[in-house]
């Protein structure tokens, strides 16, 4: 098990989701530093802090990178610069720590607060790379795992506009979506309407073809039909954060969620099963920022992470994220499951451990020489992880949402989400229980059992 200075969980032998991740490490694609995964040479700094360090990072042979072109062009609304030093070779962990501390004594020595009335902030940060949340790393419970064919024949969606988002690797192509689940098919809006936006294709197979599929293939499509269980009147709106291995980045992350949480879309309930690290424990500034400007109707839930530590896990460490960990009910006690992330962070906790839900069509390879195979028309899985806790619970908010704006029954207006996330904490707390793991959320179908058309 990962201490509380570790990264990342321990394993005996390499999981296919840490061979990818491997993988990428040795392609030279990614870092692993000390405390944190993270994009090589990429430094991330607030307005403030890059005035403040143009000495230093010239010595760097660091270069502003405005991204017009490269899909973060968005950070300049945010007050933040991404900028690329051009040495691969650098430890920007110790660069990181080393710049944030020159920033700060520059500021102490002009006698300038950082809090002072221009409001700006002394950021200096990493693209942290962000892994998805299915399970604990290198253990047992790590693959999706075959369980007994089942189909969900339930009504129709109606409407256009998304009532969830799932930040994920997407789901499948719409025709493969609708052989294998034509329900949740229809519960799916696509955007195509914005080429700069990441789509909401995954990919599935290595190689680009059948039957073998990537490391976290189909992770989307599994937390969808957790969603459809909860709620399956809810609009999904599916987008790739994730490449199929499971990995994607900060900034990648934050430009979603300010696209499906602002104008004209604002989906009230945004559910992302990833996350990370940081290099410092303290927020990443893209992710951040995003949140703290997003209308404050708009609920962001995120898994807690499963390395069994209390150590930040973000986003949904974040102050304005409903932060989801996992527990078990073996023998009829509640409690935390042992991988599970815990802490003060965190707000509440659902079912997480042997999961069924929706999967997709292939052979998962869950160690050398080992697989499980999915199979058509309805390939199900069995699947362990905040990863699959989290979007219980964003499902639950979401359907109070759409159930108030289907009957429009309260005297002072439509239910917004936050309102709806403030009902279900106060409900949960009025639950009689041994608060084994504070607030438990228990979805109105139990998740883990075989669902019959």
């Given at each position: 098990?990962?201490?509380?200075?570790?990264?990342?969980?321990?394993?005996?032998?390499?999981?296919?989701?840490?061979?990818?991740?491997?993988?990428?490490?040795?392609?030279?694609?990614?870092?692993?530093?000390?405390?944190?995964?993270?994009?090589?040479g990429?430094?991330?700094?607030?307005?403030?802090a890059?005035?403040?360090?143009?000495?230093?990072?010239?010595?760097?042979?660091?270069?502003h990178?405005?991204?017009?072109?490269?899909?973060?062009?968005?950070?300049?609304?945010?007050?933040?610069q991404?900028?690329?030093?051009?040495?691969?070779?650098?430890?920007?962990?110790?660069?990181?720590?080393?710049?944030?501390?020159?920033?700060?004594?520059?500021?102490?020595?002009?006698?300038?607060?950082?809090?002072?009335?221009?409001?700006?902030?002394?950021?200096?940060?990493?693209?942290?790379?962000?892994?998805?949340?299915?399970?604990?790393?290198?253990?047992?419970?790590?693959?999706?795992?075959v369980?007994?064919?089942?189909?969900?024949?339930?009504?129709?969606?109606?409407?256009?506009?998304?009532?969830?988002?799932?930040?994920?690797?997407?789901?499948?192509?719409?025709?493969?979506?609708?052989?294998?689940?034509?329900?949740?098919?229809?519960?799916?809006?696509?955007?195509?309407?914005?080429?700069?936006?990441?789509?909401?294709?995954?990919?599935?197979?290595?190689?680009?073809?059948?039957?073998?599929?990537?490391?976290?293939?189909?992770?989307?499509?599994?937390?969808?039909?957790?969603?459809?269980?909860?709620?399956?009147?809810?609009?999904?709106?599916?987008?790739?954060?994730?490449?199929?291995?499971?990995?994607?980045?900060?900034?990648d992350?934050?430009?979603?969620l300010?696209?499906?949480?602002?104008?004209?879309?604002?989906v009230?309930?945004?559910?992302?099963?990833?996350?990370?690290?940081?290099?410092?424990?303290?927020?990443?500034?893209?992710?951040?920022?995003?949140?703290?400007?997003?209308?404050?109707?708009t609920?962001?839930?995120?898994?807690?992470?499963?390395?069994?530590?209390?150590?930040?896990?973000?986003?949904?460490?974040?102050?304005?994220?409903?932060?989801?960990?996992?527990?078990?009910?073996?023998?009829?006690?509640?409690?935390?499951?042992?991988?599970?992330?815990?802490?003060?962070?965190?707000?509440?906790?659902?079912?997480?451990?042997?999961?069924?839900?929706?999967?997709?069509?292939?052979?998962?390879?869950?160690?050398?020489?080992?697989?499980?195979?999915?199979?058509?028309?309805a390939?199900?899985?069995?699947?362990?992880?905040?990863?699959?806790?989290?979007?219980?619970?964003?499902?639950?908010?979401?359907?109070?949402?759409?159930?108030?704006?289907?009957?429009?029954?309260?005297?002072?207006?439509?239910?917004?989400a936050?309102?709806?996330?403030?009902?279900?904490?106060?409900?949960?707390?009025?639950?009689?229980?041994?608060?084994?793991?504070?607030?438990?959320?228990?979805?109105?179908?139990?998740?883990?059992?075989?669902?019959?058309?």
């Amino acid at each position: 098990m990962a201490t509380k200075d570790t990264a990342h969980a321990t394993s005996d032998g390499p999981s296919k989701v840490e061979a990818a991740l491997r993988r990428g490490i040795e392609a030279g694609d990614i870092v692993e530093g000390a405390r944190c995964y993270y994009l090589p040479g990429q430094l991330i700094l607030s307005d403030l802090a890059a005035r403040l360090l143009e000495d230093e990072l010239r010595e760097l042979q660091a270069e502003h990178d405005p991204g017009d072109d490269r899909g973060h062009g968005f950070l300049a609304g945010l007050r933040l610069q991404l900028w690329r030093v051009a040495a691969q070779s650098h430890d920007l962990v110790a660069v990181a720590a080393r710049l944030h501390a020159r920033a700060l004594t520059i500021v102490d020595e002009r006698g300038r607060d950082v809090d002072d009335a221009t409001d700006e902030p002394v950021i200096v940060s990493l693209n942290h790379v962000v892994l998805g949340q299915p399970h604990p790393r290198g253990t047992a419970l790590e693959p999706p795992l075959v369980t007994a064919a089942h189909r969900v024949l339930l009504p129709a969606s109606d409407g256009a506009d998304p009532d969830i988002a799932i930040l994920d690797t997407g789901v499948p192509s719409p025709k493969e979506l609708a052989d294998w689940h034509p329900d949740l098919e229809d519960a799916v809006r696509r955007d195509a309407a914005n080429p700069r936006f990441p789509d909401d294709l995954d990919t599935l197979y290595e190689n680009g073809s059948a039957p073998s599929l990537r490391a976290l293939a189909g992770h989307g499509t599994f937390i969808a039909g957790l969603v459809r269980l909860v709620a399956p009147e809810l609009v999904i709106s599916p987008c790739a954060v994730l490449d199929p291995d499971g990995i994607g980045n900060d900034i990648d992350v934050a430009r979603a969620l300010l696209h499906v949480g602002s104008r004209p879309m604002s989906v009230p309930v945004v559910s992302m099963s990833l996350g990370a690290y940081t290099y410092d424990d303290a927020p990443p500034p893209a992710l951040q920022h995003v949140v703290d400007r997003l209308p404050r109707t708009t609920v962001v839930v995120a898994s807690a992470g499963n390395d069994g530590v209390s150590r930040p896990f973000f986003p949904a460490a974040l102050a304005r994220v409903v932060a989801v960990a996992a527990f078990d009910d073996l023998g009829g006690v509640v409690r935390p499951a042992p991988w599970s992330n815990f802490g003060p962070w965190v707000d509440v906790c659902a079912p997480g451990v042997g999961l069924l839900s929706t999967y997709v069509a292939g052979t998962y390879e869950t160690s050398p020489g080992a697989t499980e195979t999915f199979d058509v028309p309805a390939p199900s899985a069995r699947w362990s992880g905040t990863s699959f806790a989290a979007p219980l619970v964003a499902a639950e908010i979401a359907r109070r949402v759409r159930e108030d704006a289907d009957t429009g029954t309260l005297p002072s207006g439509p239910l917004t989400a936050d309102q709806a996330w403030r009902d279900l904490q106060a409900e949960l707390e009025r639950v009689d229980s041994d608060r084994a793991v504070g607030l438990e959320y228990w979805p109105p179908v139990d998740p883990r059992t075989p669902r019959l058309p």
